[in-house]
């Protein structure tokens, strides 16, 4: 429902207030049946897939709905998009090789839709109040924003990867007969 808000934000902008409460309300509901399942005992292998592709698809959806909102250039939407799955599967790195799973770094998923919410709605204040120019410069407010994701991204990106390459250098360190 967020990634329509954003498709079709350029013909209704209210839908801008909309897409990212849309957002928060999925973040919450994921955290929620995090909560639930760690409670429960319920954490598991098989719960872990099912419980983060879903995500990870509505992560897609999301930034491509602003890829084709017609308020930005294509190519930002799905720059955002492809660091914002990278971001959640170099996470899921650490985990994959024995570790735990890495969360750090500036833009994780919260973070993201802290982000696209605060474009979105200083793109529908400039609709209303600079006659409809979304533009910032040569950029509109939301390929801005785009931009800031994916810089945090990349940032997020190498510190997961520094933490889970330090994880792994400590744990083969210990294994070694002394």
């Known amino acids: 429902m967020a990634a329509v808000c954003f498709w079709r934000a350029r013909s209704c902008p209210w839908f801008?207030?909309?897409?990212?409460?849309?957002?928060y309300l999925r973040?919450?509901?994921?955290?929620?049946?995090?909560r639930v399942a760690a409670t429960s005992g319920k954490v598991n292998c098989r719960r872990e897939i099912l419980d983060d592709l879903p995500g990870r698809i509505s992560d897609i959806l999301i930034f491509a709905g602003v890829a084709h909102s017609?308020?930005?250039?294509?190519a930002s939407g799905y720059w955002a998009a492809m660091l914002a799955l990278l971001t959640a599967y170099v996470g899921l790195f650490?985990?994959?090789?024995?570790?735990?799973r890495e969360s750090g770094g500036l833009m994780a998923r919260p973070w993201q839709m802290v982000s696209l919410?605060?474009?979105?709605?200083?793109?529908?204040?400039?609709?209303?109040?600079?006659?409809?120019?979304?533009?910032?410069g040569r950029l509109t407010v939301l390929d801005w924003t785009c931009l800031v994701i994916v810089a945090g991204c990349v940032q997020t990106i190498r510190v997961r990867l520094e933490r889970i390459l330090d994880a792994l250098r400590n744990k083969n360190a210990g294994s070694r007969p002394g």
């Open 16 to 23: 801008l207030l909309l897409g990212p409460a849309l957002c």
């Open 27 to 34: 973040l919450w509901y994921e955290m929620l049946d995090d």
């Open 70 to 74: 017609g308020l930005n250039a294509i």
């Open 94 to 100: 650490g985990q994959a090789v024995g570790g735990r």
């Open 117 to 136: 919410h605060a474009g979105a709605w200083l793109t529908l204040a400039m609709i209303w109040w600079n006659h409809g120019d979304v533009h910032w």
